[in-house]
């Protein structure tokens, strides 16, 4: 099993930057790839970005890209999402997610992964 826990969440203003965080336990962090994604109010959980095991190849939603950056460290077994010029359609709940090395589901799919957090409030402001 591995536990996640997500934080970082807030309330910030439109064109704010805000970083959540989401620390792993219970296995190998550097064994599982990583995901975020996130969920508004009466839609469905949609992908953000995601990261390998080592942290050398992401790849982002189109509606994300260029503003969200996701990196890890896998040391302190923590995944980041940078988020810079926050939008209010960015409002939502952001979960991590972890990807086990046998996972045959896509990476863009909720269904690709294993394990997830708790999730963490993000809310915009416009």
């Known amino acids: 099993q591995v536990q996640l826990v997500e934080s970082g969440g807030g309330l910030v203003q439109a064109g704010g930057s805000l970083r959540v965080s989401c620390v792993a336990s219970?296995?190998?962090?550097?064994?599982?790839?990583m995901g975020w994604f996130r969920q508004a109010p009466g839609k469905e959980r949609e992908f953000v970005a995601t990261?390998?095991?080592?942290?050398?190849?992401?790849y982002y939603a189109d509606s994300v890209k260029g503003r969200f950056t996701i990196s890890r460290d896998n040391v302190k077994n923590t995944v980041y999402l940078q988020m810079n010029t926050l939008k209010p359609e960015d409002t939502a709940v952001y979960y991590c997610?972890?990807?086990?090395?046998?996972?045959?589901?896509?990476?863009?799919?909720?269904?690709?992964?294993?394990?997830w957090g708790q999730g963490t409030q993000v809310t915009v402001s416009s």
């Open positions: 990261i390998s095991r080592s942290g050398g190849s992401t």
């Open positions: 997610a972890a990807r086990s090395p046998r996972q045959q589901g896509r990476v863009v799919d909720a269904a690709g992964y294993d394990y």
């Open positions: 219970g296995r190998t962090f550097s064994n599982y790839a």
